[in-house]
């Protein structure tokens, strides 16, 4: 009885959980106000002066045109939320504090010294 069931029902009923499931997740993206998807900001500014490395208006998502390569010598970019910018598309100090590490030949890396977002630091350094 139950075999024939799911013969008979199971594509639909596997079919209602598919769009139910793919609507929570749409409905969440609604829910919070903005896409759910990672943004990667660039730092524009010079990798030798630790207050720049800080300064949040030095952080945006126009592309930098440098190789962001995790070398972790000079900073170059950062993974974040879209909610941790501003309406310029630029770091919000508020939601992401940083600070500058110094690397070797005088270069800084980004650090997060505070703010209130629960985005991982993740930067993308370069050599």
């Known amino acids: 009885m139950l075999t024939k069931f799911l013969n008979n029902y ?21 829910y919070a106000g903005k896409s759910l998807a990672p943004v990667t900001i660039y730092f524009h500014g010079d990798p ?3 207050n720049q490395v800080k300064d949040a208006s030095l952080w945006n998502t126009t592309s930098n045109d440098e190789d962001c390569n995790s070398a972790n010598v000079m900073a170059c970019s950062q993974v974040v939320d879209e909610s941790d910018l501003n309406s310029s598309d630029q770091l919000n100090p508020a939601k992401i504090q ?3 590490t110094a690397t070797s030949g005088g270069n800084h890396i980004p650090s997060r010294t505070g703010g ?6 993740t930067p993308i350094n370069r050599g």
């Open 116 to 121: 209130s977002s629960s985005t991982p630091f």
């Open 10 to 30: 199971g594509y639909m009923i596997l079919g209602g959980a598919m769009i139910i499931g793919f609507s929570a997740f749409k409905g969440a993206e609604a």
């Open 98 to 100: 940083l600070g500058a």
């Open 48 to 50: 030798k002066d630790a």
